[in-house]
């Protein structure tokens, strides 16, 4: 599949834990994929390796048939669910450091302005990190993290401290990365939002994949609901 998040036989261990074992799959562009599991099944890990936070011990990740190695930051960004910021920046100035990094073309000052308002974050745009609470850090690294405009995204639990506005500004958002040809990827224990979200879902269990599909696919193979069908597959 070109123009998609490939992952190939991914491993990564922990001393004698096997956190990942053997994960393989695809996210295309302009596709939301719901990453679901229990706790401990390895979502987060998977983040952090296809981010480049942590280093597989094996496999392989690609995006459009290229190999991403030390470089995959600049097509793969992650949204983590602790939303920790600097705390002696700005909110504004969490954007400019992204804008700089990124070395974005001119006129994304009225991106990020345009981000902030969504969020209702424009009058907190000269408060400092350390004196905004946990949905405003959240907002921050959202607003901050899209205007990057990466091809891959990742979100772990990302409505996770959201007032009601925050969440279904984001919903909106994700609908309109999507549109625009963003392969993304939410981890979340919200099973409703999943459903409601998500194109198609990838279930782990102990470093596992244990299902793929879309939700009639999974409803085809297992009758009830959502809930139904994950406790069934996980054995939770």
């Known amino acids: 599949m070109s123009r998609a998040l490939a992952v190939s036989g991914l491993v990564k261990r922990f001393g004698k834990k096997i956190a990942i074992d053997g994960l393989t799959f695809e996210v295309a562009c302009g596709e939301i994929v ?6 401990g099944a390895g979502k987060s890990t998977t983040f952090a390796c296809l981010a480049g936070l942590a280093r597989p011990d ?17 097509t793969v960004a992650v949204i983590p669910e602790t939303p920790e910021v600097y705390p002696l920046l700005t909110v504004w100035e969490h954007l400019v450091f992204v804008a700089r990094l990124c070395r974005l073309d001119a006129g994304w000052e009225e991106r990020g302005e345009k981000l902030l308002a ?23 690294l959202i607003a901050a993290t899209v205007l990057a405009g990466t091809p891959v995204l990742l979100l772990d639990e990302p409505m996770i401290g959201l007032d009601p506005r925050g969440q279904r500004e984001l919903r909106e958002m994700l609908a309109e990365l999507r549109g625009a040809g963003t392969a993304l990827m939410i981890s979340t224990h919200q099973l409703e939002s999943a459903e409601t979200l998500s194109d198609r879902i990838i279930v782990l269990n102990a470093g596992k ?3 793929s599909g879309t939700i009639d696919e999974l409803r085809a193979q297992r009758a009830g609901s959502l809930e139904d069908i994950f406790l069934d597959i996980t054995g939770t």
């Open 34 to 39: 719901a990453l679901l599991g229990p706790n």
């Open 58 to 74: 094996a496999g392989t990740i690609r995006f459009d048939g290229r190999l991403l190695e030390s470089d995959r930051g600049r």
């Open 118 to 140: 969504r969020f209702a974050m424009l009058d907190e745009r000269d408060t400092v990190g350390n004196a905004l609470s946990k949905g405003m850090r959240q907002k921050t």
């Open 209 to 211: 994949l244990v299902a």
